[in-house]
């Protein structure tokens, strides 16, 4: 599904990415750890087409296509879905109209037919439920005032909505309670099927708990210094990142 | 310094729609203003003696008058010598109904989407509509007589109720009120004249549209809106104009009359031909509008959405003189390119009790200039007065600015006015949030500026609320790339 050869990436002359290699296959979930600053939204906006990031090599590929030919809004009507970070306010638009504009326009895209107003209700009420969103937020100017974690469940709203075919989700558990990092896992772990794939950046090895991912990453200084099986993230937990770090400076 | 256009600027490069010209034999006035211009124009309208004896007052006054130059606007001086007074679509006849209208006339209108009949009968707006110098037709005149009201052009109310006319005109913007309406009131060629009795619900949207067509000419249409006690009425005025590379002068006076209880909703969307994207051209937009709540518990509130003209120099304003008495100002101000527009409003709270809120939003874009200047002021008897103003700011780009004047005037201490002022940009990552959900950048910049305007939109006439959406993401279009 997704194919990404030597990314290189910088910003502003400086390189962040560094010779990024990683293949997700449908049906699969990634997760990517890495210290602060490791470039781990920095690969997750180069994905999904920020043009600040300039990609000064490599290449990547989204289900056959050439993914950085694509303007960002071509990567998400291809099926590429990104959960912010840090989530934008745009004051005065309220969510509903927003997320309408976003379905509508994804169908457009895709050739489909725009949803009337009774089929786009009956879809939100779907994803309400399933996502556990309050009616509230959703009739309030996007996500003006929304408390942190109010506005990653409008993001995680927002992916259950939109159905992509690879979800990136940058750090949506951070802020999140208990009870809503559940959400956030039931909703991605509803999302997977043998068509989609998920890629989850992450610090906390709780969110793995949920969402157990096929593979880890760990991201160190711009290139994926390790991967392995689920029990990474516990071992990550227990000792940190500096022998990750030590043996990075011993290699090089 | 990076000259080059930022992503946000180049969605706001678009051409102007409405810039067609009608090809129509036009009566008109030589170029040139003198005391037997005015003569012309009040023989041509075979007005009454002290009809045209307040036009030659008004022209004496102005005469003495130095045009004003301390708004936030630029433009080189207008020569007014060079300008044609008076154009007129040559009808052959009187037309009786809207059917006898010149078929070049009606295809205009049809093209500004404004259909003079079967259309907007069916969606219950009445209709005057104002070319060049003229009243061209008003639409529902019947229906509306009915109920008493009148609705028709001011150059027939002074034939047919000259006793309203002369009461009226004048008494909320006198002749010797500023430069501009003292031009207006010397030279003014048509207009609308509405009067709403005594209880009256008009049960219509009222509304006029002004297109300015001929060459050379000046725009000077006089509007006088009465509201007698307890009545309603929604009034609303389109603007539009060719595509020329000369600037053209609008010069309007509109007054309103709110008695006791009545209460005057007008709406205007403005959207005169701005000049091109090197500010070569377009409409020098300047306006005197004023009304006053006369009785107790009046109303009036200006909402206007302006799009277009390469200067706006207006300043809707409230006189609130009656006890309780309402004002309220909602404008939206978009300036692309080289546009400059100062405009704003006054509220005067003259009686106790009074209450007036206003929302400015201006938008700016390209390498434009946007002021909001509006005045409070409190009269010493205005006690509990009470004022609310919020003025902001949105910028698309670096190169383009925003600046607010407000000026209060307090003159009773038992009132309460208050300000707030925001100022914001629209941001690359507000964009990149949209396109990522799959919204390319200009639908995002429309609904960023609906949602950033949405306040004073939702303060429009619903059938008007979506063209006018439609025209504020046009008039953005190219700002963004
Ligand atoms: N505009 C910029 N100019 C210079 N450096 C930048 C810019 N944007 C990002 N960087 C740098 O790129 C590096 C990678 O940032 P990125 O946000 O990708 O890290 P991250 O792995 O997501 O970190 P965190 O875990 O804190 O979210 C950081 O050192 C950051 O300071
Ligand atoms: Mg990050």
Redesign the pocket.
């Known amino acids: 599904m997704l194919s990404i050869h030597n990314l290189h990436a910088s910003?502003?002359e400086?390189r962040?990415l560094k010779g990024i290699n990683l293949e997700i296959k449908p049906g699969e979930v990634h997760a990517i750890m890495?210290?602060?600053?490791?470039?781990?939204?920095?690969?997750?906006?180069v994905l999904a087409g920020r043009e600040?990031y300039t990609v000064t090599d490599g290449s990547v590929t989204f289900n056959g296509k050439d993914l950085l030919e694509l303007s960002p809004e071509e990567r998400a009507g291809e099926g590429l879905f990104l959960a912010f970070?840090y989530p934008v306010e745009i004051p005065g638009l309220s969510t509903t109209n927003f997320i309408k504009t976003a379905v509508n326009e994804v169908r457009k895209y895709r050739g489909e037919e725009a949803l009337d107003a009774v089929a786009f209700l009956k879809l939100m009420k779907e994803k309400m439920a399933m996502t556990n969103i309050d009616q509230t937020l959703l009739s309030r100017s996007l996500n003006e005032g929304f408390s942190g974690g109010e506005k990653k469940r409008n993001e995680v709203f927002q992916m259950a909505m939109l159905q992509p075919k690879l979800a990136i989700l940058?750090?949506t558990d951070s802020g999140l309670d208990i009870d809503a990092i559940r959400i956030v896992a039931n909703g991605v772990n509803k999302l997977r099927s043998k068509d989609n794939a998920v890629l989850l950046?992450t610090?906390y090895q709780r969110l793995l708990d949920y969402i157990v991912p096929d593979v880890i990453h760990v991201?160190y200084n711009?290139q994926i210094v390790k991967s392995g099986p689920k029990e990474l993230a516990l071992e990550l937990e227990e000792r940190g990142y500096d022998f990750i770090k030590e043996q990075f400076k011993a290699e090089a | 310094m990076n000259n080059e256009l930022s992503a946000i600027e180049k969605t706001v490069l678009t051409d102007y729609k409405y810039g067609f010209v009608t090809e129509i034999e036009v009566d008109e006035a030589p170029p040139g203003l003198n005391e037997d211009t005015i003569r012309f124009i009040s023989a041509k309208k075979n007005e009454p003696e002290w009809m045209l004896e307040w036009r030659l007052k008004a022209y004496n006054h102005w005469l003495k008058m130095q045009e004003p130059n301390w708004a936030n606007i630029k433009y080189d001086p207008i020569n007014y010598q060079d300008i044609k007074y008076y154009s007129a679509p040559k009808q052959k006849k009187k037309v009786n109904s809207l059917d006898e209208i010149d078929p070049e006339l009606r295809k205009t209108f049809e093209k500004l989407g404004i259909s003079l009949d079967e259309q907007k009968r069916l969606s219950g707006v009445a209709i005057d509509a104002v070319i060049d110098s003229v009243s061209i037709g008003t639409t529902f005149k019947e229906q509306l007589a009915e109920l008493g009201i009148i609705f028709c052009s001011i150059s027939e109310a002074i034939q047919e109720h000259p006793e309203l006319v002369k009461k009226y005109i004048g008494s909320v913007v006198p002749i010797t009120d500023n430069y501009f309406s003292a031009l207006n009131s010397a030279v003014f060629s048509d207009g609308s004249f509405c009067y709403i009795p005594k209880g009256v619900r008009c049960p219509m949207e009222l509304s006029t549209y002004f297109r300015i067509n001929a060459e050379g000419t000046g725009q000077f249409e006089r509007t006088l809106l009465i509201a007698d006690e307890g009545s309603y009425v929604s009034y609303l005025e389109g603007c539009t104009a060719p595509i020329r590379d000369e600037n053209q002068l609008h010069a309007a006076v509109v007054e309103l009359i709110a008695h006791e209880n009545a209460e005057i909703k007008y709406s205007t969307v403005q959207n005169w031909y701005p000049g091109d994207k090197d500010g070569k051209g377009g409409i020098y937009n300047f306006v005197t509008k004023r009304g006053i709540c006369q009785g107790a518990h009046a109303k009036i509130s200006w909402t206007q959405v302006e799009t277009g003209s390469s200067i706006t120099w207006k300043y809707p304003s409230v006189i609130l003189k009656g006890d309780y008495s309402v004002g309220e100002f909602y404008s939206v101000a978009v300036t692309n390119n080289h546009q400059q527009a100062d405009t704003g409003t006054k509220m005067m709270h003259l009686g106790k009790n009074t209450r007036s809120r206003i929302v400015s939003k201006g938008i700016s874009a390209g390498v434009s200039n946007n002021s909001y200047r509006g005045l409070v002021h409190v009269g010493k008897n205005a006690a509990n007065a009470r004022n609310f103003s919020q003025c902001d700011s949105l910028l698309l780009g670096d190169k383009c600015g925003a600046h607010t004047f407000p000026y209060i005037e307090v003159k009773n201490n038992t009132a309460v006015v208050e300000h707030e002022a925001t100022t914001s940009k629209i941001g690359e990552d507000q964009i990149f949030y949209c396109n990522q959900r799959g919204i390319d950048t200009e639908t995002a910049v429309a609904l960023i500026i609906n949602g950033f305007a949405k306040e004073v939109m939702n303060q429009l006439p619903m059938e008007f609320a979506v063209e006018a959406q439609k025209l504020l993401a046009i008039s953005l279009e190219g700002s963004v790339g």
């Open positions: 910003i502003d400086k962040i890495g210290p602060n600053g490791s470039g781990k939204s920095t690969l997750a906006s600040d970070q940058d750090e950046v610090h991201l711009g």
